[in-house]
T-cell receptor, first 108, second 115 residues
Framework: RKEVEQDPGPFNVPEGATVAFNCTYSNSASQSFFWYRQDCRKEPKLLMSVYSSGNEDGRFTAQLNRASQYISLLIRDSKLSDSATYLC?????????FGAGTILRVKS | EPEVTQTPSHQVTQMGQEVILRCVPI?????FYWYRQILGQKVEFLVS????????KSEIFDDQFSVERPDGSNFTLKIRSTKLEDSAMYFC?????????????FGNGTRLTVT
């Protein structure tokens, strides 16, 4: 299994849709997990941390399943401005390892 | 909001030349990183740095690469003899605590073009 694996997409959804992204990781010892967002040719920006109990930030919900080594991100009521690449990021000791990203395109 | 700053935003150099990429991390952060992203590819870890030492480095970070914190604010990445395949966006990042215990905050990157 790759260190961090994501479906590359693209996910093409209409405004207002709900969309979910998944991510798997290979290191069972990893303790910290994040979702970052990256716009074209820009730096990655933290979207949210992912906690064991699951957490929500407005329209965004993150879930962690340690047994399956699986992380998810749910976006409700998609906006045009949500169009970006979503990066699943997992701690591996002294570094964060990035997935290749999932492309989301929200269309009007 | 404090931010990580990187200079220059774009550097063009010839193959075989040395380049130094500069970063000013967030002032109360203790851990510093360099990542790179080749166009169309994933963000790749290069090196992490803490307490004036390299904490971890990837296989990409070979003898051609070095990092330094020459004073209390700057954090630099040097590539001694650039190759065409070093062309990429280089991101500096910093965090309050080690590895993934706290999120990384990224600078807006230096686009390196090697011709």
């Amino acid at each position: 299994r790759k260190e961090v694996e994501q479906d590359p997409g693209p996910f093409n959804v209409p405004e207002g849709a709900t969309v979910a992204f998944n991510c798997t990781y290979s290191n069972s010892a990893s303790q910290s997990f994040f979702w970052y967002r990256q716009d074209c040719r820009k730096e990655p920006k933290l979207l949210m941390s992912v906690y064991s109990s699951g957490n929500e930030d407005g329209r965004f919900t993150a879930q962690l399943n340690r047994a399956s080594q699986y992380i998810s991100l749910l976006i409700r009521d998609s906006k045009l401005s949500d169009s970006a690449t979503y990066l699943c990021v997992v701690e591996y000791g002294n570094k964060l390892v990035f997935g290749a990203g999932t492309i989301l395109r929200v269309k009007s | 909001e404090p931010e990580v700053t990187q200079t220059p935003s774009h550097q063009v150099t010839q193959m075989g030349q040395e380049v130094i990429l500069r970063c000013v991390p967030i002032s109360n952060h203790l851990y510093f990183y360099w990542y790179r992203q080749i166009l169309g590819q994933k963000v790749e870890f290069l090196v992490s740095f803490y307490n004036n030492e390299i904490s971890e480095k990837s296989e990409i970070f070979d003898d051609q690469f070095s990092v330094e914190r020459p004073d209390g604010s700057n954090f630099t990445l040097k590539i001694r003899s650039t190759k065409l395949e070093d062309s990429a966006m280089y991101f500096c990042a910093s965090s309050e605590w080690v590895g993934g215990l706290t999120p990384l905050h990224f600078g807006n990157g230096t686009r390196l073009t090697v011709t």
